[in-house]
């Protein structure tokens, strides 16, 4: 079965650098999405993405805060400045319609 | 309006047993009614949905009952299996705002042999 991919699986940074967190959803699907998840707890939605342009996004996707999909495969979410409570589990989605494929995740801790 | 609750926050039951997980919802907007199962280290997956035209959908084991005038939705595991221990999550959303979900905070599920 087709899955979504996600590097790298654990990104450990100093607060205030930049980090990029990269996915590869899947090949035919339309949206794509960052969701974000602290500690095991409540999956939280960041930022959807279709047709090239973000089509939603939360309270928590701030100007930090800012994706792409530069070629036609990889998605991207880039923090650029990170801050201590941006350390959870980042994850990448993607869906032809309603079901969202998730992938297993980027574990980032900001030291 | 947005918020998804669920319970219970965690979950111990016997193998065979029967695991029953509940959300309710407030926005009469909401349309889809998804279930993801999440084991550690792993982004949830989709394990069954259901739309507010039916009242009960049954995939094998598993149950959602839906119950639209008192917003509310269940998920039922039968012949619960050590297999099925796992964090599941109820979400909602609208199939017209580029399936943007709202999740419960989860229930931890602990199935003893």
């Known amino acids: 079965e087709p899955e979504v991919t996600q590097t790298p699986s654990h990104q450990v940074t100093q607060m205030g650098q930049e980090v990029i967190l990269r996915c590869v959803p899947i090949?035919?699907?339309?949206?794509f999405y960052w969701y974000r998840q602290i500690l095991g707890q409540k999956v939280e939605f960041l930022v959807s993405?279709?047709?090239?342009?973000?089509?939603?996004k939360s309270e928590i996707f701030d100007d930090q805060f800012s994706v792409e999909r530069p070629d036609g495969s990889n998605f991207t979410l880039k923090i650029r400045s990170t801050k201590l409570e941006d350390s959870a589990m980042y994850f990448c989605?993607?869906?032809?319609?309603?079901?969202?494929?998730f992938g297993s995740g980027t574990q980032l801790s900001v030291l | 309006q947005q918020q998804v609750k669920q319970s219970p926050q965690s979950l111990i039951v016997q193998k065979g047993g029967i695991s029953i997980i509940n959300c309710a919802y407030e926005?009469?907007?909401?349309?889809?009614f998804p279930w993801y199962q999440q084991f550690p280290g792993k982004g949830p997956a989709l394990l069954i949905a259901?739309?507010?035209d039916v009242s009960e959908k049954k995939e094998g084991r598993f149950t959602i009952s839906f119950n639209k005038s008192a917003k509310q939705f269940s998920l039922h595991i039968m012949d619960s299996q050590p297999g099925d221990s796992a964090t599941y999550f109820c979400?909602?959303?609208?199939?017209?705002?580029?399936?943007?979900?709202?999740w419960g905070a989860g229930t931890k599920l602990i199935i003893k042999p």
């Open positions: 926005n009469t907007a909401f349309d889809y």
């Open positions: 259901i739309r507010p």
């Open positions: 993405f279709y047709n090239n342009e973000i089509s939603e």
């Open positions: 989605a993607s869906s032809l319609y309603e079901k969202l494929f």
């Open positions: 979400a909602a959303g609208v199939m017209d705002s580029n399936y943007q979900l709202i």
């Open positions: 090949s035919n699907h339309l949206y």
